[in-house]
T-cell receptor
């Protein structure tokens, strides 16, 4: 049972480069999320998707775009990476009818130099 | 704005020495309070959800309790494998499909053999 799978696990980017973080879940959840985790800041919500075809901004959306490709997949794109986007990124999913518990992936470590 | 404050930031205990972690919160309307465990280099792992004041849940050496303003995670006779960062998060009563969490910064627990 894979749960929430993220790729890549590690990435180094140069300032100004673009990249996409991929996420897929196999729990048939409607809601999916992207969080970032920084030392001393806790986990902060970047974007979320309540269902296929919908996306909404979270607490820190600037510099990011998302795509809910289908029910399983939710990608996060950095169009022009900045050093401030160096962080650990977590994808997550949940289902209203299953108690609202949010399940997380293993994380993607991104360094922008 | 929803807020979560966890204390202490770090806690070192001898194996077998019981203690409690605190999570204070303010939220417009609480749907649920969540506890997660996070090991280094891993994503948060779900432990408990508490929904109303007075509720308690247990799992092995961990017991979570909830009041109207705070939650405690009690750890009884801890073992070295309980060493991890423990995260608290609140989920507000919001629109359907928007089960996003607001996290605290965590308590880093170290159990010394």
């Amino acid at each position: 049972n894979a749960g929430v799978t993220q790729t890549p696990k590690f990435q180094v980017l140069k300032t100004g480069q673009s990249m996409t973080l991929q996420c897929a879940q196999d729990m048939n959840h409607n809601s999916m999320y992207w969080y970032r985790q920084d030392p001393g800041m806790g986990l902060r919500l970047i974007y979320y998707s309540a269902s296929e075809g919908t996306t909404d901004k979270g607490e820190v959306p600037n510099g990011y775009n998302v795509s809910r490709l289908n029910k399983r997949e939710f990608s996060l794109r950095l169009e022009s990476a900045a050093p401030s986007q160096t962080s650990v990124y977590f994808c997550a999913s949940s289902e209203w009818s299953s108690g609202n518990t949010i399940y997380f992936g293993e994380g993607s470590w991104l360094t922008v130099v | 704005e929803d807020q979560v404050t966890q204390s202490p930031e770090a806690l070192r205990l001898q194996e077998g020495e019981s203690s409690s972690l605190n999570c204070s919160y303010t939220v417009s309307g609480l749907r649920g309070l969540f506890w997660y465990r996070q090991d280094p280099g891993k994503g948060p792992e779900f432990l408990f959800t508490l929904y109303s004041a007075g509720e308690e849940k247990e799992k092995e050496r961990l017991k979570a309790t909830l009041t109207k303003k705070e939650s405690f995670l009690h750890i009884t006779a801890p073992k070295p494998e309980d060493s991890a960062t423990y995260l608290c998060a609140v989920q507000a009563v919001t629109n359907f499909g928007n089960e996003k969490l607001t996290f605290g910064t965590g308590t880093r627990l170290t159990i010394i053999p």
